[in-house]
């Protein structure tokens, strides 16, 4: 609203300097006087007004700029949030393989440990989640235990 109101200004028409005659009037000093002064007023006017136009001008630009600066902001702020849910996805995926790495670890030690009945290694299961996961392309299964192994 207030830049519509700041937009209308009336220019107002300046005459040229202002010659008055003197023919002995006894006020004719003070009409001088007040002719300059008026002159001075309406010179201060128009630079006033070309100022106010400048200001304007600038604060239509500095708005701009301020939108655009929100538009960026808002837009980095989407590409942090798919980052960090994305971090959030392979940190979970790293604690499953951690976890499958620990209860191989275990179930290893604890053969390691037991006595030999003579039927091998047993088989150990991949948990559900991690077999999701590798279907999904992640990373690469494993052909088999034994072509690792040779």
């Known amino acids: 609203m207030e830049k519509q ?69 808002e837009a980095e702020r989407t590409e942090r949030r798919h980052y960090h849910q994305y971090a959030t996805s392979v940190t979970t995926s790293f604690d499953v393989v951690v976890r499958v790495i620990e209860d191989a670890l275990a179930r290893a030690v604890q053969h390691a440990r037991a006595p030999d009945d003579g039927k091998g290694a047993p088989e150990i299961k991949m948990p559900d989640n991690l077999q999701k996961w590798l279907s999904r392309g992640q990373i690469d299964e494993p052909e088999s235990a034994q072509q690792a192994a040779e």
Do not use: F, W
């Not at 937009?7 to 000093?29: E, F």
């Not at 001088?32 to 400048?54: C, F, I, K, P, W």
């Open 5 to 73: 109101a700041m937009t209308k200004v009336q220019k107002l028409p300046v005459p040229q300097a202002v010659d008055i005659q003197t023919d002995g009037d006894p006020h004719s000093d003070n009409l001088q006087s007040a002719a300059r002064y008026v002159q001075g007023l309406r010179d201060e006017v128009a630079t006033m007004h070309a100022r106010n136009m400048d200001l304007e001008r600038d604060n239509n630009m500095l708005y701009s700029e301020v939108q655009c600066l929100k538009l960026q902001l």
